[in-house]
């Protein structure tokens, strides 16, 4: 029995980390797309991207969580209701849980990309604008292997706190790896164990990641001093 | 809309509002005093001092915070020799385990956090110290815990900003703080909306209000490491 409850806490890991992986996506282009509006010369695009960063800084997580589950769907059915329409919307759990992390990370990955776009040496852009090289290719060619190699420290950061952040959705209803956690303490009376096995595997997804990227980190490092980027 | 749910139910607010800052208050407090005599170990030359202690933030940084807190409020409960002790009207106590959880949580955070201030101490303020004759616990208190403090201020006050943000897990123990009375407010009134958004305000101008005595305090306390003055 105890097997069998601790591979249903392991299994629901796959949809832990799915999800993880897939806000991460977003929230890394999303960021990035932010971090240019915040060094962006339009003032008003700046103060935009500023006064974002600073709500979604400034709430808990469980709490933007709540408002995008319960509180978007209901803003959004009433205002349905109020333009006479029988429409009903319900958003899937799964969905929205991705897109809620997604968006709050994105505003810690707007603050790690900003730093590091502001710290590419200026003589590099430079000399690509001198060689007359396309914008597109600059970003693709000076801009991003210099940024993976600045933002590495802080990214890795914001994906621990990731990873970490997805057991709130268990609150929610979607059955991650803490969601499974509390059903079979409920369903066993050993609560204890089954919540130290999840988070044995938080603390594996956390320590495998921190060593991975430490290794990428070394990698990137060796080339540059190499000086084949 | 439904604001005056909000209006009449502004006493609970109130009430909730006081909760979050005495948690976070008093689990800042206990978590800086545990934190301050580990960063020290965390940097000692004993191996086995310096191993434990980093064993300690990395597991308890290495988790969900969720984890942590239902394995101390429920998980507890599995061990008979506990219940039976004179600890148990204590541990039983959401809000013991919620204080317990968030000091031991923020603690291992602020240990880095201290610990890597005391590794950037100047050389040359330490050997200063010695030079003039000064006994450990004299140059502790004069040159490492004041060159510790003033450098991890930035880092620190993140830290505030994300303890107080996480005493909003409390409401998953049943205590009534700013996310709980907003979570009460939605199930006595069926009203998904205005209850979340007004507890989303509540902790957007408590995390200002954190953010500018942070920054005040920098000012203040911190001002000589700021190279552009």
């Not at chain 1, 952040?165 to 009376?189: H, I, Y």
């Amino acid at each position: 029995m105890f097997a069998a409850f601790a591979w249903t806490i392991l299994a629901a890991g796959s949809l832990t980390l799915l999800l993880a992986l897939g806000a991460l996506v977003l929230a890394s282009v999303l960021g990035l797309a932010l971090a240019y509006g915040k060094l962006s010369r339009r003032r008003w695009l700046m103060r935009l991207v500023q006064g974002f960063t600073f709500v979604i800084r400034g709430i808990p997580d469980l709490v933007l969580m709540l408002l995008v589950f319960y509180s978007l769907p209901a803003a959004i059915n009433q205002f349905l209701e109020w333009t006479g329409s029988d429409l009903w919307v319900e958003f899937p759990p799964f969905w929205a849980g991705m897109f809620t992390l997604g968006v709050i990370f994105s505003a810690y990955m707007c603050e790690t990309f900003k730093s590091a776009l502001q710290n590419i040496p200026r003589g590099q852009l430079e000399a690509a604008q001198a060689f007359g090289l396309h914008p597109r290719r600059i970003f693709w060619r000076i801009t991003l292997p210099q940024l993976a190699r600045l933002a590495l420290p802080g990214f890795t950061n914001n994906w621990l706190v990731l990873v970490k952040a997805t057991a709130l959705v268990s609150l929610l209803g979607l059955q991650d790896v803490m969601f499974r956690a509390k059903g079979a303490a409920e369903a066993t009376g050993q609560p204890f164990t089954y919540y130290l096995i999840a988070g044995g595997f938080y603390l594996a997804a956390t320590l495998v990641s921190t060593f991975a990227l430490l290794a990428l980190a070394r990698r990137l490092e060796q080339t540059n001093q190499a000086g084949r980027t | 809309m439904n604001w005056d749910v909000v209006v009449e139910n502004l006493r609970l607010y109130a009430q909730g509002a006081g909760l979050t800052i005495w948690l976070t208050l008093l689990s800042l407090s206990a978590a800086f005093l545990l934190a301050l005599p580990l960063a020290f170990l965390r940097n000692s030359r004993s191996r086995f001092l310096r191993r434990s202690v980093i064993a300690y933030t990395t597991v308890f940084r290495g988790t969900p915070l969720l984890v942590q807190l239902f394995l101390v409020y429920f998980g507890l409960a599995q061990f008979e020799l506990l219940r039976g002790s004179f600890l148990w009207p204590w541990l039983s106590s959401p809000l013991v385990c919620a204080l317990l959880v968030f000091v031991l949580n923020s603690g291992a955070y602020t240990t880095e956090i201290f610990a890597g201030g005391l590794r950037t101490i100047p050389k040359g303020e330490i050997e200063a110290a010695q030079a003039y004759g000064f006994t450990p616990l004299r140059a502790a208190l004069r040159i490492f815990i004041p060159g510790m403090l003033s450098r991890s201020l930035p880092l620190y006050g993140n830290e505030m900003i994300m303890l107080m943000h996480a005493t909003s897990l409390a409401s998953t123990v049943t205590l009534m703080e700013i996310t709980g009375v907003a979570r009460n407010i939605t199930l006595n009134y069926y009203i998904q909306l205005e209850p979340y958004v007004a507890a989303a305000l509540i902790y957007l101008a408590l995390t200002a209000i954190l953010v500018a005595a942070v920054q005040l305090a920098e000012r203040r306390f911190a001002n000589f490491l700021r190279l552009d003055h």
